[in-house]
């Protein structure tokens, strides 16, 4: 059996608005396994990113993380601060959205990318010789020069490179990329994932790719978590996805996807997106379900086995005839 290394129990989390808590993340329920790539995917605000931040603890301290969070067995939420520092980097690497908001604009590449080795105790020499091989592993040759260089003066594209390379610097078991290639434009997205895919075969590395692109999480990814409104609703093997969907929520998805060389008719999914404080104490997607019944409004489904996937739904069961015929429309 393939061993877990990070382990999300009814993760959650809370945060200070207007005087009260209110959730951003409601349930995320996954493992990743050692060497495993998986892919989280949602619309913008169904708490991607949050539930991001909670596995690094990169929350404020009036901030109230709920659930468990275990990487390699030890409880992240129980680490105390010089843990945390540890846990950040040495063994957990993140790679952000926009290269340019997490960067120094003052100091230069070098510096980012030399910060986490120096801290660390690496000699400045070989820390040095370490930046240049990585920056020549994600596809940056003149390092020297590259290293000199201030943000302001790379392509985003470059800038990215140097991200991934500074989040690999200090050898992590787990590279959690956060919506890599939102800030790129297409060709650079699909070399910037290249990389990534690379560094994480070369490795040995476990994955989690942030995105709101299907497809892009179905072509880097082992499984694939669909997330809304701060819930993960289905898990599934990325191969089997598209054709095999099983949560209402999912299969609503990938019918109101456009298709090259498809003469169906888009669908839309009824009502609006809601961010997780707005729902209630049922299943998240309840408002917007074409099979939601009282029961789906009053109490939170569990995930459970479902065909090889992993599904949140009360009426699994009994719609798996309806489900097949949207499918059917793909």
């Given at each position: 059996?393939t061993?877990?290394l990070?382990?999300?129990?009814?993760?959650g989390?809370?945060?200070p608005?207007?005087?009260r808590l209110l959730?951003?993340v409601?349930?995320?329920t996954l493992t990743?396994?050692?060497?495993?790539?998986v892919?989280?995917v949602?619309?913008?605000?169904?708490?991607?990113?949050?539930?991001?931040?909670t596995?690094?603890?990169?929350?404020?301290?009036d901030?109230?993380?709920?659930?468990?969070?275990?990487?390699?067995?030890?409880?992240?939420l129980?680490?105390?601060?010089?843990r945390l520092?540890?846990?950040?980097?040495?063994?957990i690497g993140?790679?952000y959205?926009?290269?340019r908001?997490?960067?120094n604009p003052?100091?230069?590449?070098?510096?980012?990318l030399?910060?986490?080795?120096l801290?660390?105790?690496?000699?400045?020499q070989?820390?040095?010789?370490?930046?240049l091989g990585?920056?020549?592993?994600?596809?940056?040759?003149?390092?020297?020069?590259?290293?000199?260089?201030?943000?302001?003066?790379?392509?985003?594209?470059?800038?990215q490179r140097i991200?991934?390379a500074?989040?690999?610097s200090?050898?992590?078991?787990?590279?959690?990329?956060?919506?890599p290639?939102t800030?790129l434009?297409?060709?650079?997205q699909?070399?910037?994932?290249?990389?990534?895919?690379?560094?994480r075969?070369?490795?040995g590395?476990?994955?989690?790719?942030?995105?709101?692109?299907?497809?892009?999480?179905?072509?880097?990814t082992?499984?694939?978590?669909v997330?809304?409104?701060?819930?993960?609703?289905?898990?599934?093997?990325?191969?089997?996805?598209?054709?095999?969907?099983?949560?209402?929520y999912?299969v609503?998805l990938?019918?109101?996807?456009?298709?090259l060389?498809?003469?169906r008719?888009?669908?839309?999914?009824?009502?609006?997106?809601?961010?997780?404080?707005?729902v209630?104490?049922?299943?998240?997607?309840?408002?917007?379900?074409p099979?939601?019944?009282?029961?789906?409004?009053t109490?939170?489904?569990?995930?459970r086995?479902?065909?090889?996937?992993?599904?949140?739904?009360?009426?699994?069961?009994?719609?798996?005839?309806e489900?097949?015929?949207?499918r059917?429309?793909?």
């Amino acid at each position: 059996m393939t061993e877990t290394l990070l382990e999300l129990q009814h993760t959650g989390l809370d945060i200070p608005v207007g005087g009260r808590l209110l959730p951003v993340v409601h349930d995320v329920t996954l493992t990743i396994a050692r060497g495993e790539s998986v892919g989280l995917v949602g619309e913008s605000g169904s708490g991607k990113s949050m539930t991001a931040r909670t596995i690094m603890r990169l929350t404020r301290h009036d901030w109230r993380p709920r659930g468990a969070v275990r990487f390699a067995g030890e409880d992240v939420l129980a680490m105390g601060s010089r843990r945390l520092r540890q846990l950040r980097g040495a063994e957990i690497g993140m790679i952000y959205q926009d290269p340019r908001a997490h960067t120094n604009p003052v100091r230069t590449n070098g510096d980012s990318l030399l910060e986490g080795m120096l801290a660390a105790g690496v000699p400045r020499q070989e820390a040095t010789e370490r930046a240049l091989g990585l920056l020549a592993s994600v596809g940056i040759p003149d390092g020297v020069r590259r290293m000199a260089q201030y943000p302001h003066q790379l392509s985003g594209g470059l800038l990215q490179r140097i991200m991934i390379a500074a989040a690999m610097s200090m050898q992590p078991q787990l590279l959690i990329a956060d919506e890599p290639t939102t800030a790129l434009d297409v060709t650079t997205q699909e070399e910037v994932m290249a990389i990534i895919g690379e560094q994480r075969t070369e490795r040995g590395l476990s994955l989690l790719v942030i995105t709101h692109d299907l497809d892009l999480a179905a072509a880097v990814t082992d499984r694939i978590a669909v997330m809304y409104a701060g819930a993960v609703l289905e898990v599934a093997p990325s191969r089997s996805l598209h054709r095999e969907a099983r949560h209402p929520y999912t299969v609503a998805l990938m019918t109101s996807r456009p298709a090259l060389g498809s003469r169906r008719r888009i669908q839309t999914i009824p009502g609006r997106p809601v961010s997780a404080f707005e729902v209630g104490e049922g299943c998240v997607f309840a408002a917007r379900c074409p099979f939601a019944v009282d029961h789906c409004r009053t109490e939170r489904p569990e995930l459970r086995e479902v065909d090889g996937h992993q599904v949140a739904c009360h009426r699994i069961d009994e719609i798996g005839d309806e489900i097949d015929a949207l499918r059917g429309e793909l």
